[in-house]
């Protein structure tokens, strides 16, 4: 229904594509949202599948790599389409196309992008990102899984948390310390590997219950002397932090758009429901109260979807402001997401607390989008740190 506002000036070919998610959207994950969701356990990898047979999956990756080749706008919109029929699905189009896909395709050797990348592109293949441990979360370059050198192979011994997709994707681009311990080298001592998961010593060890995004497999993976050959590393073995840091800002755009598909699909149902709704001998729309509600939720779905288009520009252009712009989207996308679902809830009523309808799921769903790839705080800083750069660059 508010399909026209996104992305007005689209070329012929964005159009379709958005188009293509949109339906897709529709006919295949909204009707089972609410399933996954209650189901928890059981990851839909078959809807993933279907993304990857669709293009879905190569969306950002250039031809020559069997991907569509597509510019950063028409990922992002496509991205708000799958967000809006699930965010469950949607974060795993999310990882795959702006994580391990990004990182292989910029720094991967041919012959690593020949055997994993143009697979991961056709969709034949789901990667995952594994950055997050128990003890370094916001402060990533803390981590403590240790990669040790054993001839020319690399042997991997630690834990890691949080792994979205950590036991059903085919691989995970994971990150070690490749310093010693006697010689520890902060952010240039980790080294970024491509982790096939059915490598032995590769243990997804717990499934996390969580709030929100329960048709989502988030899992905690044990690293248990596992051996990895060079042709395992990507780049140099200093330089993952690097990589990881650089992915991540075209990640965060993802969550953005992930957040903008939420907030789309709650201010929608709202709208609905206060249509049909009639209490007062009128329906619950026409009164002021309500009239507001829905207009400042309007207003803040249509900030937080420009700030994601000004931020996607950026980033395809190279421009300087990129990463404060893309910080600055996430934030923007993440808290509308939250303050629009929890608005929904309300123009519900009791109804809007019940799991019978989509609102309360969307609340919480919304909720992790100011969490992953960042929190709030961390984008606050991020974002007033460029700031004081920009400034200084100015001058
Ligand atoms: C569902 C889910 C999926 C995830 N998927 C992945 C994944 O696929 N791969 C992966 O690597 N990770 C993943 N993560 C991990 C996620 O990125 C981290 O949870 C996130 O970075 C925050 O880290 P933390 O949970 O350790 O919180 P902490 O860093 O411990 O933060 C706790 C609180 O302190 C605040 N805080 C921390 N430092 C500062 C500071 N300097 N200034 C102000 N406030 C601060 C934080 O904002 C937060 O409010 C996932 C997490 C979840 C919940």
Same mark, same amino acid.
Do not use: C, K, V, W
């Given at each position: 229904m508010l399909q026209a506002t996104l992305g007005i000036d689209l070329t012929e070919e964005q159009r379709q594509i958005c188009e293509l998610a949109r339906s897709f959207a529709e006919s295949e994950l909204r009707p089972l949202a609410a399933r996954r969701d209650e189901e928890? $356990?059981?990851?839909d990898r078959a809807a993933v599948d279907k993304l990857g047979q669709l293009g879905f999956l190569g969306m950002l990756v250039p031809e020559e790599y069997d991907?569509?080749?597509?510019d950063m706008l028409t990922y992002l919109y496509s991205l708000v389409e799958i967000s809006w029929g699930d965010p469950s699905v949607s974060v795993s189009m999310s990882v795959h196309n702006s994580l391990p896909t990004q990182i292989l395709l910029r720094h991967g050797t041919e012959e690593q992008k020949e055997r994993w990348l143009k697979p991961m592109a056709r969709g034949e293949l789901l990667g995952a990102f594994s950055l997050s441990e128990a003890g370094s979360g916001s402060d990533a370059a803390s981590l403590t899984s240790q990669a040790t050198r054993e001839g020319e192979h690399w042997i991997l011994e630690g834990a890691k948390t949080w792994v979205t997709n950590g036991a059903s994707a085919d691989l995970v681009l994971l990150f070690a310390r490749t310093d010693t311990p006697d010689d520890r080298r902060g952010t240039s001592g980790i080294g970024a590997f491509i982790v096939p998961t059915d490598t032995p010593g590769y243990r997804p060890s717990k499934k996390e219950r969580k709030m929100?995004?329960?048709g989502s497999e988030t899992v905690e993976v044990a690293l248990e002397g596992m051996r990895l050959g060079p042709?395992?590393?990507?780049?140099?073995? $200093?330089?993952g932090f690097r990589y990881a840091l650089a992915a991540l800002e075209g990640g965060r755009l993802g969550i953005a758009a992930q957040a903008v598909g939420i907030a789309k699909a709650a201010l929608e149902h709202a709208l609905d429901y206060s249509e049909e709704r009639s209490q007062f001998g009128a329906r619950i729309g026409s009164f002021q109260g309500m009239a507001f509600k829905l207009a400042d939720m309007a207003q803040r779905y249509e900030s937080a979807l420009a700030t994601l288009e000004r931020a996607g520009r950026a980033y395809s252009m190279g421009d300087p402001r990129s990463r404060r712009l893309s910080s600055t989207a996430k934030l923007v996308a993440s808290e509308a997401a939250v303050w629009i679902a929890r608005q929904a809830v309300q123009v519900f009523g009791g109804y809007g607390y019940?799991?019978?309808?989509p609102v309360e799921r969307l609340f919480r769903d919304s909720k992790i989008t100011e969490i992953y790839e960042g929190t709030s705080e961390i984008h606050r800083w991020i974002i007033a740190g460029q700031l004081h750069r920009e400034r200084d660059r100015a001058q």
């Open positions: 928890e $356990d059981r990851f991907g569509l080749g597509l929100g995004l329960r042709e395992h590393l990507i780049g140099e073995p $200093d330089s019940s799991r019978e309808y």
